[in-house]
C-alpha cells in the first residue's frame, strides 16, 4: 500500500475539525508526511453590520488566521517535521478545490463532516461533501 506524503486538513474550529486535525496529524507523524493545514474565512457568513465596518472584517480575519495557526503549533509541539498554513476567503470548498488544492497538490485531503454549528450547509450540499465530489485527490472525511 501506498503511504500518503503530503496531506491538506482543512479546518475551522468545529468538532469534527477537531478529530480531523488528529487524524491528519497522526498520519503525518507515523508516515513523516508533510502537513497543510487550510482554514477558509467566510466573508459571506457575516451580517450586513459587520461586512460595513473594516474594523470588524479585520478581526474575524484575524480569528481565522489564528485558528489556523494554532493547529500548526500544535503540529510542531507534536513532533510533525514539516506543517505549514494556507489561509484563504471565499466559500471553503470552492476555494480550497479551485485554489488550495492545485497550489499544495496533497495526495489526501482530511476534512471534517460538518462545520462550526452557526454554519448551515449550502443549497448545494455540505462542504464536505463538495470536497469530496470536486478533490483531485484522495478524501478523507472525518466524523
Not at 487524524?23 to 508516515?31: C, I, Q, R, V
Not at 448551515?120 to 450540499?125: H, Q, S, T
Amino acid at each position: 500500500m501506498n503511504t500518503f506524503k503530503c496531506i491538506l486538513v482543512a479546518v475551522d474550529d468545529s468538532n469534527d475539525s477537531k478529530k480531523a486535525f488528529e487524524y491528519a496529524l497522526t498520519y503525518a507523524m507515523e508516515h513523516q508526511a508533510a502537513l497543510t493545514i487550510t482554514t477558509i474565512f467566510e466573508i459571506n457568513r457575516l451580517n450586513v453590520y459587520e461586512y460595513l465596518t473594516p474594523e470588524t472584517i479585520a478581526l474575524h480575519k484575524q480569528n481565522t488566521i489564528a485558528i489556523a495557526e494554532n493547529y500548526r503549533k500544535q503540529a510542531l509541539t507534536k513532533g510533525v517535521k514539516e506543517a505549514t498554513v494556507v489561509v484563504d476567503e471565499g466559500t471553503p470548498a470552492t476555494v480550497i478545490l479551485d485554489k488550495v488544492l492545485p497550489a499544495v497538490k496533497p495526495d489526501l485531503l482530511i476534512c471534517g463532516s460538518k462545520s462550526k454549528p452557526s454554519h448551515a450547509p449550502l443549497v448545494l450540499g455540505s462542504q464536505a461533501a463538495l470536497l469530496a465530489k470536486g478533490a483531485s485527490c484522495s478524501v478523507l472525511i472525518i466524523r
